[in-house]
Structures are given as C-alpha cells and as structure tokens.
C-alpha cells in the first residue's frame, strides 16, 4: 500500500490501546493502515484467529475493563458481569466470539433477565445464528422410485393451434 503520510511505525510500541486508536482515527488514511493494526496486534498477549486486527485491539480493550470487575477472572459470574455490562452492539458481537471459542458453557446458562431488550434481541440473535433451527434431511428412494419430470410430447404443446386450423 502506498502510504503518503509520515510513517508512524515506531510510535506504535509506547502507545497505550487508547492512544493508539486516537492517532489511526486522525485521518482516514492512518485507520485504513492494516500493517500498522497488525504490527500492533502482535504485541497482544491474547492471538485470536477469528477476529480481524481492528477487533483484537477491541477485545483486549474490553477484557481490560473487564479485568476491573470483582469476580474472579475467568468465573461464570465474571462472564455474567461482562455480559450485563455490554451495550453497543459490536463490542457484544467481539465479546460473543470471544465467549462461542473459549466458553461455549456459559452461552448455555447465559441469564438474560438483567439485560435490556436492545441487548437480549442482539445476544439471542448472535446465540440462534449458529443453530440449525430446521435440518435438511435427505429422502432415501429405491433405484427405481425416485420421481422424475413427466417427459411433454410436442403435439401437446400445439394442441390448440392445431384444431384452429
């Protein structure tokens, strides 16, 4: 990618996840810089092969905070506190695939009466979007049994024409 402004490469090391998103969102340029995500990313102690280099910054922001929380990390009430804490529909989107690769159990016991309607619709949307309500079952024929297409004889298509005349 050819990149006309300064390049900022070494300033990424010292700077905080805040920091760092403040300078990419200076210009669109700098925020579509995917080398300079990705240099980032390779720092974070968490690699998580299913999220884009934007979203693993986003995560290890989030599960900074998280980190503040009482529970123990890792708990089912520390998951629970994360959850009921989420608001904006793409942190609950990195948080969900987060939790579907690390801690399927507790998408089953997930308890979403303390949840507000706008994020029980998203959570129960992200959670039935991975289920197969209806499964495809094949019908199992005989050799001999499987229906066909009625083969159409000609005439019949000219029937009409043919007793006008």
């Excluded at 090391?13 to 390779?42: G, M, P, V």
Aim: glycine residues 4%; positive net charge.
């Amino acid at each position: 990618m050819s990149f006309p402004l300064p390049i900022d490469r070494g300033v990424s090391r010292f700077l905080s996840t805040i920091d760092f998103i403040t300078l990419r969102r200076t210009s669109l340029t700098h925020y579509n810089d995917k080398e300079a995500w990705r240099i980032y990313c390779r720092k974070m102690p968490l690699n998580f092969p299913g999220l884009s280099d934007r979203k693993k910054v986003g995560l290890h922001y989030l599960l900074g905070w998280a980190l503040k929380f009482p529970a123990p990390c890792g708990s089912h009430d520390w998951f629970q506190m994360i959850v009921n804490w989420l608001t904006f529909k793409s942190s609950i989107k990195i948080i969900y695939t987060f939790l579907f690769h690390f801690s399927r159990e507790f998408l089953l016991d997930l308890d979403i009466g303390h949840m507000t309607a706008r994020q029980r619709f998203i959570w129960l949307r992200l959670y039935h979007r991975n289920s197969r309500v209806f499964k495809r079952q094949t019908l199992e024929y005989d050799y001999n049994e499987r229906p066909r297409k009625i083969a159409r004889r000609d005439d019949r298509m000219y029937r009409d024409i043919l007793t006008r005349c």
